[in-house]
T-cell receptor
Framework: GDSVTQMEGPVTLSEEAFLTINCTYT??????LFWYVQYPGEGLQLLLKATKADDKGSNKGFEATYRKETTSFHLEKGSVQVSDSAVYFCALYSGNTPLVFGKGTRLSVIA | ETGVTQTPRHLVMGMTNKKSLKCEQHLGHNAMYWYKQSAKKPLELMFVYNFKEQTENNSVPSRFSPECPNSSHLFLHLHTLQPEDSALYLC??????????????FGPGTRLTVL
């Protein structure tokens, strides 16, 4: 079945550091890919998405590129802030079920 | 109120209790979802409703009983739960069934502890 694998956390970075959170997927066909973010005490909210190969999703300084050849959708940000501390979820939609999520990666950014 | 709201935000119950979780969406959406979020596990989809009709039940134990009286409200009735049912229960909604184009909007969740 469809699945998403994310790097294990937690990830701890200093402010202004470069962030990469790895995400790879297994799916039939050509899924759409998403990153959701969950801030403390809140529900998940969509951060960015890409619906076809080579698309780049971007929002709030975060970017991720849909790489079909490596079945990956890694999340990157050039300079993280304390306010980026949250749990990040990679997810896919392939038409079989509403969304398939990864386990989430907790990011802590320290000043 | 805007978005998706959930009550209560925290709930502690014994294994013999009966309680209910409530979700309300103010977005005019037609589809609603219950998810279970446990530590170190992927988000688990439990139930899906579209236009008040249940379209998906992911092998959820019968001690969890959903109810969707209208497109704006979704309940999760709980009875004789087990300690391993302790988790964050998230409600979500979308315009149509979730797809590449129908974004899901999540509530803040109910933190459930079963003693």
């Amino acid at each position: 079945g469809d699945s998403v694998t994310q790097m294990e956390g937690p990830v701890t970075l200093s402010e202004e550091a470069f962030l990469t959170i790895n995400c790879t997927y297994t799916a039939t066909g050509y899924p759409s890919l998403f990153w959701y973010v969950q801030y403390p005490g809140e529900g998940l909210q969509l951060l960015l998405k890409a619906t076809k190969a080579d698309d780049k999703g971007s929002n709030k300084g975060f970017e991720a590129t849909y790489r079909k050849e490596t079945t990956s959708f890694h999340l990157e940000k050039g300079s993280v802030q304390v306010s980026d501390s949250a749990v990040y979820f990679c997810a896919l939609y392939s038409g079989n079920t509403p969304l398939v999520f990864g386990k989430g990666t907790r990011l802590s950014v320290i000043a | 109120e805007t978005g998706v709201t959930q009550t209560p935000r925290h709930l502690v119950m014994g294994m013999t209790n009966k309680k209910s979780l409530k979700c309300e969406q103010h977005l005019g959406h037609n589809a609603m979802y219950w998810y279970k979020q446990s530590a170190k596990k992927p988000l688990e989809l439990m139930f899906v409703y579209n236009f008040k009709e249940q379209t998906e039940n992911n092998s959820v134990p019968s001690r969890f009983s959903p109810e969707c009286p209208n497109s704006s409200h979704l309940f999760l009735h709980l009875h004789t739960l087990q300690p391993e049912d302790s988790a964050l229960y998230l409600c979500a909604s979308s315009q149509g069934l979730a797809s590449s184009y129908n974004e899901q909007f999540f509530g803040p969740g109910t933190r459930l502890t079963v003693l």
